[in-house]
């Protein structure tokens, strides 16, 4: 049975950090592509950045690049999501999706209908 069961989010400051994971199973974990989207109150489901253990292939969307960086322990099957600088309007309910997406062909954006698995969800909330 796929899983997939993020942690990490909370309250935080605007300016702050937060480290979100996502604890991966039941699927091998090297030909899935493992992606971070976001959806705020009255929002569609956004897509922030997603990652290939395989290869360590990245990608991150223009709103989070340079303040979210995506990584993978692979010994854990975990994919974590550092997130700094942290905005009122990062505020959200996070999640980790999976697809399979053996390489080498080149990670694409994350787009939420292309995921089959999803994670339950964790909120971020961003004060100003």
């Known amino acids: 049975e796929v899983q997939l069961v993020e942690s990490g989010g909370g309250l935080v400051q605007a300016g702050g950090s937060l480290r979100l994971s996502c604890a991966a199973s039941?699927?091998?974990?090297?030909?899935?592509?493992i992606g971070w989207f976001r959806q705020a109150p009255g929002k569609e489901r956004e897509g922030l950045s997603c990652?290939?253990?395989?290869?360590?292939?990245?990608y991150y969307v223009d709103s989070v690049k340079g303040r979210f960086t995506i990584s993978t322990d692979n010994a854990k099957n975990t994919v974590s999501l550092q997130m700094s600088s942290l905005k009122p309007g990062d505020t959200a309910i996070y999640y980790c999706?999976?697809?399979?997406?053996?390489?080498?062909?080149?990670?694409?954006?994350?787009?939420?209908?292309?995921?089959?698995?999803w994670g339950q969800g964790t909120q971020v909330t961003v004060s100003s």
């Open positions: 990652i290939r253990s395989s290869d360590a292939s990245t």
């Open positions: 039941g699927f091998t974990f090297d030909d899935y592509a």
């Open positions: 999706a999976a697809r399979f997406y053996p390489g080498p062909a080149v990670l694409r954006p994350p787009m939420d209908y292309e995921y089959d698995y």
